[in-house]
């Protein structure tokens, strides 16, 4: 079975500062992977995607993200954070025949100082 | 294009009192449907997912159960209410774009 890990619990990071999440996952093959963003109070909205193909991928919001195979990693990055970015993070993986379930990480929580 | 709705936005329960949370789906056929919840400063655990009408997988056992009587409805039911329930539930579906979900606004239920 898969499984996904956010290394980082809580990450504070000051406006306009460069921003990295980290996710690695645990999968056999290359697994689908995804990055959501929570605010708070809400649903989980998609922020980008990787399939296949180019290893970096562009999602909304400015938000990149990098597959890395060797490292089984899939880090989220943004160049210049915003005070509206601060959120919750998930990364999750969905691989197998499994009814299309994805597996989801315990999440990073942003905070963005002034 | 896709609409997913989820009602009530809040709910405070008693313990012991029954439960019925509505999830629906449009602009989409056929979906596959998840339940979630999220307990204070957690990550999401997956209760439930169907993949069509009336078939209902449980992931783990506990207090609630699932319904999916019509092809965009999902309904999260649970006879008696307890304390531990309290959470936010997240419904999601999923359609022909392999593993990625789209989740409804969430309802935050509070059991007393």
């Known amino acids: 079975a898969q499984s996904v890990t956010q290394p980082d619990i809580h990450i504070t990071v000051s406006e306009g500062a460069s921003l990295e999440l980290r996710c690695n996952y645990s999968y056999g093959a290359t697994p689908y992977l995804f990055w959501y963003v929570q605010s708070p109070g809400q649903g989980l909205q998609l922020l980008l995607k990787y399939f296949s193909g180019d290893t970096l991928v562009q999602g909304i919001k400015g938000f990149e993200a990098e597959f890395k195979r060797s490292q089984s990693s899939f880090n989220l990055r943004k160049p210049s954070v915003h005070w509206s970015d601060a959120a919750e993070y998930f990364c999750a993986v969905g691989a197998g025949t499994n009814a299309g379930k994805s597996t989801f990480g315990d999440g990073t929580t942003l905070t963005v100082k002034p | 294009s896709q609409t997913i709705h989820q009602w009530p936005a809040t709910l405070v329960q008693p313990v012991g009192s029954p439960l019925s949370l509505e999830c629906t789906v449009e602009?989409?056929?056929?979906?596959?449907l998840y339940w979630y919840r999220q307990a204070a400063g957690r990550g999401l655990q997956l209760l439930f997912y169907?993949?069509?009408?009336?078939?209902i997988s449980s992931e783990v056992p506990q207090n609630l159960s699932a319904s999916r009587p019509q092809d965009r409805q999902f309904i999260l039911s649970s006879k008696k209410l307890l304390l531990s329930d309290s959470g936010f539930y997240l419904c999601?579906?999923?359609?022909?774009?392999?593993?990625?979900?789209?989740f409804g606004p969430g309802t935050r239920l509070t059991v007393t």
């Open positions: 999601a579906w999923k359609g022909d774009s392999a593993y990625e979900q789209y």
């Open positions: 602009g989409t056929s056929n979906p596959n």
């Open positions: 169907s993949v069509g009408i009336g078939q």
